[in-house]
């Protein structure tokens, strides 16, 4: 397989970090850290794992907004989307079927910013990330880890949305609620059960499964709708509502992680409590019960009080910003970077020399992936295979397989590549004739192995080879030039940047030769009246796999189904794609509001990346003088976009990324169901291959 050569991210590690932060411009002026500790907030709730919402609060708003930092957060934001994110000017009003979902004006969004005068910088992130958020684009992520994800917010009742046996849907506590509780979070269960009312006191378990009737004394899908309009992450808004909600994603190195879903997890400390009024299982009378919300320490920085807070949290730090690889002097051999976005990216872990070799596509949230347990249930088969990310079932009914894979990142790529393939095998040799895929919650990740499995179960086929995925275009705007010009003459003769011509391949799979102008001609698109300029298309340099496979799908193509709660994003959305409008798959999504359009499949992409790694290209094809260049982060923030967009499967021309995913087959959760792997693919099984 042909690998990626260039260096995405910036380069900064080990001692070569620690001679960056002596020398590097990031610092913000000492007038701006406030002397006082006097009454220090951020002393109060220092080294404490638990600690109230509110608390944590008056840390993050005793840091008042200076407007350098706030000019320097739109300037760096608003022109890297400018000129690497493929989607922004899409965004200003999304074409159908998303224009009632997302646009945004960014430009008018962020004039508005700088007019606004804000209490504290706390108050300025609140606003800044939501109108990021509002993009409804996972690729576009904006992080600032002086707040987000700082402290994990929760309570100990997570949601999920269940269908009773007449098709009426409510919203309930999750069946499993006391089991995560106990295992996950014993050492703050007091405070909860000491929080309930009267008879109720001590008894938390006894909420689980509860019928809610009220939240807060709204109408729970009142309260569903208003957070999905600020939630973010993906374009439908079906899978926005799925967010809220708890549920699961198939783990690496097996089992199950519990996603305990945006109403009970946040990852900002925005609420002290909720109230919820409940029917408990077996009870004929309504509960109004308030919860308070824990606030639960979920970064590995520290800090004493308010200046080192701020010191060690919220400034710029030597991996915010990119480097010139040649000017470091940098060994080739040294280790890629950590870029600080990788934390928040939505995909299992990968070496960092993979980094250089792997182009991903891959969604960003401001909580990190979870890493609790989903709660056992009684029964459970151990997977027939079960190696890194991906895990194999065979069903009872002996016909239908099962492949859980939670991303498509994992740290032994060529192992992950021949567990899927032997999986898959044996599941046929054992006699079954159909296959689940299950994919639910995947952000993404390698976009060869995308490729790879899409190849595997389709076969060798026109739509498979020489490569399986979708053709790419990026952004060519005269920044970009300038760089694949600098590239051209030979300014990156190491093949770092995200440029280098070593990178991309024409549509007739020929590779990019070194001195050759990519971005020419130059795809000029009309959209929402701005002239945006694209490359010509491209395609990924997967292939070939240099590996024995069979020519032949393992299964009949229409007998695979690919099943979520339709959160299945960027490279898990290439794939479901391909299988869905290519090979006639079958899309499933569980769960939803069941008057809602459910989309299989999100924010489609093409290639992501983010701002540290577009720094790098820039700095280190000396173009950081350019006008459209971002300047450097003074704040410890953080930027994700769409580095390549892919274009349509069947509307060729146009990016799929807007193209209608309408699931195939809705499926209810019920009681029986809910966040049970096991009981879901059974039910999927009955429903989509019955016949
Ligand atoms: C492939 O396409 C590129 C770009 O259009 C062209 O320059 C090149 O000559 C083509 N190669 C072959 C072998 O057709």
Known sequence: ???????????????????????????????????????????????????????????????????KAKDNIIEVVDKTLAAFHTSRYYQKRAPQPFAAEVGVDLDSEFARMRRTRYSSEYEFHLDFSRTIKRLNDGHAGYINACYDSVYLTLVPTPLVLLTDKRGDQYVHIAPEAWDLVSSSFSDQIDVWQNALPGNLRGKLKSLSGAKVLKINGQDPFKVVNAHAQVAGAFQGVGARQNGFFASYRAANGGGFNYVPGEFAQKSLPLEDSVTLTIQRIDSSKTDTVTLPYRSLLATGQTWTDKASFRQNLCVAQPDTNGEDWYSRGFATESDPPESPLFKFQQQDKMKPEDRKKWAVNVAVDSTPLSTLKLPRGPVEPTPLLSYSIVQTFLLPDKKTGVLTLGSFTAGDVYGVMMAMLDGLTELRSLGATQLIVDVTNNGGGIICLGHWLHRILAGAKSTTEPQAGLDTILRAGPLVQRLVKAVNEGKDDSWMTAYHTSWYRFPNNTDVPENYNYLLPIDNRRI?????????????????????MPTKPIFPTNKVAIVSNGRCASTCAMLSIAMSKQEGSKTVVV?????????????????????????????????????????????????????????????????????????????????????????????????????
């Not at 610092?27 to 406030?34: C, K, S, T």
């Not at 003088?625 to 003074?634: G, R, S, V």
């Not at 930027?639 to 087959?665: C, K, S, V």
């Not at 009681?671 to 999927?684: C, F, G, I």
């Open 1 to 67: 397989m042909l690998c990626k050569t260039a260096l995405i991210g910036s380069v900064l590690t080990g001692t070569i970090a620690a001679l960056a932060a002596t020398t590097s411009p990031t610092v913000l002026d000492r007038a701006d850290v406030d002397a006082d500790t006097f009454g220090d907030a951020c002393r109060t709730i220092a080294g404490k794992k638990w600690v109230a919402p509110k608390d944590v609060r008056a840390c993050f708003t005793s840091i008042s907004v200076s407007p």
């Open 528 to 548: 929402n009246d701005e002239r945006v300029e694209f490359s010509p298309r491209l395609i990924d340099r997967c292939q070939p796999f240099w590996v024995d």
């Open 591 to 691: 769960g939803g509001v069941d008057n809602v359009k459910q989309q299989y499949c999100g924010i489609v992409g093409g290639e992501s990346t983010d701002f540290v790694a577009m720094d790098f290209s820039v700095k280190s094809l000396k173009m950081k003088n350019h006008p459209l260049a971002p300047p450097d982060f003074i704040t410890n923030s953080m930027q994700g976009i769409t580095f390549r967009l892919g274009l349509g499967i069947w509307n060729r021309h146009e990016p799929e990324e807007w193209q209608d995913h309408p699931a195939d087959y809705q499926i209810p959760l019920t009681a029986e169901t809910v966040n049970k792997p096991y009981a879901v693919w059974s039910e999927v099984a009955k429903t989509v291959f019955k016949r």
